[in-house]
């Protein structure tokens, strides 16, 4: 399955796929569709800064 670690790592943190879209400025659908293909390590590193950023503010 493709970007499964960042699909993995977000829901370890708690972190909804909708709620990355939503800081990337992006409809959760387009989101869903672009980890379709694999990412890049720049585009993982990204989401992976978002979603730690995320669970912070969770906490």
Do not use: P, T
């Amino acid at each position: 399955m493709r970007n499964k670690d960042v699909k993995n790592y977000a829901k370890a943190k708690g972190i909804r796929l909708w709620q990355i879209a939503e800081v990337l400025h992006i409809n959760d659908g387009n989101f869903s569709r672009k980890l379709r293909k694999e990412l890049s390590e720049a585009q993982k590193q990204e989401i992976v800064r978002i979603i730690d950023e995320l669970a912070e503010k969770s906490r």
